[in-house]
């Protein structure tokens, strides 16, 4: 986007819709489908950072053929860790050429039974180009924007710098709603009927689905679905919490006021992310086709969907 003129209109109107958007999860499929078809990049990531990890998580895509929810980028690592570590935008235009770039980011294991754990990252596979830009609010990092193009030299600095200003944008409109939309509506408040995920569907058979065997590790919060792999940290506890309730007491509906007050959940106590955290568990479960989902039921409030019978195992180790 080489005219200036065109990249100031394209920019306000990014700020438009992101200014008459509510709820984090909008916004976040609002960004990136305005920085496709405003500002014309195609393929795109959207990844917060999770302080008790020290590491960005991809919370979105667009433009790949897999979401990519969960994967991890060290800071420093690439591009996009270089823009979160340096706090500035970033471009490169010879990515088959940059050896440090790496498609897939291995976990850190913690042990032996816990170990062999990968998401991968989206990307495309004959990138020639890729630039990311910080999302910082109140001067903290909240995460990285980041766009790729099969050409190289494909941005060049205007590109740069306009990029830069609806990564500011982004998470201008993140961080108003990391700060309100734990707020849970009166109960009695009409809110719009959220569409449910489609479940997994079971054998119509007179034998009850199979029990889905969920497995979590303390140390880590990292939390398995039988023997894969789903999530950890932070989102690993807030699933194991609601499910655990679940379970004890067969309770499916949530609220995030109460949920993040819970202190096995480990949240930091300065800018917990909450939302984002619970965006990207339901988006995780989403993406593996999972036999228990999240749903969003109004501001602030949630509902656990199950559509198998779970075995809870608890590891302390």
């Known amino acids: 986007m080489s005219d200036p003129s065109s990249a100031a209109i394209a920019l306000r109107r990014l700020g438009d819709r992101l200014a008459s958007t509510t709820g984090l999860e909008a916004v976040i499929d609002t960004s990136l489908e305005s920085i496709d078809d405003l500002l014309g990049h195609r393929s795109s990531l959207l990844l917060v950072y999770q302080s008790e990890l020290d590491r960005l998580v991809t919370l979105a895509s667009r433009g790949y053929d897999s979401g990519g929810a969960g994967s ?29 770039y790496a498609r897939t980011v291995q976990r850190e294991a913690t042990g032996d039974s816990v170990g062999g754990r990968e998401i991968r990252l989206p990307g495309l596979p004959d990138a020639g180009s890729q630039m990311a ?9 909240l995460g990285v924007l980041a766009v790729e193009s099969r050409a190289e030299l494909a941005y060049d600095e205007q ?27 009166p109960p009695d408040a009409p809110v719009a009927e959220p ?24 140390v880590d919060g990292s939390t398995f679905l039988d023997d894969d792999y789903v999530i950890k940290g ?57 036999p228990l989902r999240i749903l969003s039921t109004g501001r602030g409030r949630f509902e656990l969907l199950l559509s198998s019978p779970v075995v809870l195992h608890h590891i302390e180790a």
């Open 72 to 100: 991890e980028v060290a800071l420093g690592e690439g591009v996009i860790g270089m823009a979160a570590a340096r706090q500035r935008s970033m471009r490169i235009g010879n990515l088959q050429r940059m050896l440090s």
């Open 234 to 290: 932070v989102a690993g506890r807030l699933l194991w919490k609601v499910i655990f309730d679940y379970s004890s007491t067969g309770r499916t509906a949530f609220t995030n006021r109460e949920v993040k007050l819970d202190p096995v959940l480990g949240l930091p106590p300065y800018r917990d992310n909450f939302e984002s955290r619970l965006v990207l568990l339901k988006r995780r479960l989403d993406e593996r086709g999972a």
């Open 133 to 141: 830009a910080p999302l910082i609010a109140g001067g903290v990092l």
């Open 159 to 185: 590109d740069e710098n306009v990029f830069a200003v609806a990564a500011h944008l982004v998470a201008s409109a993140l961080e108003r709603e990391q700060l309100t939309s734990g707020d849970a509506l």
């Open 195 to 218: 569409t449910p995920p489609s479940m997994p569907s079971t054998p119509s058979t007179p034998s009850a689905p199979e029990p889905v065997v969920i497995r979590h590790y303390a």
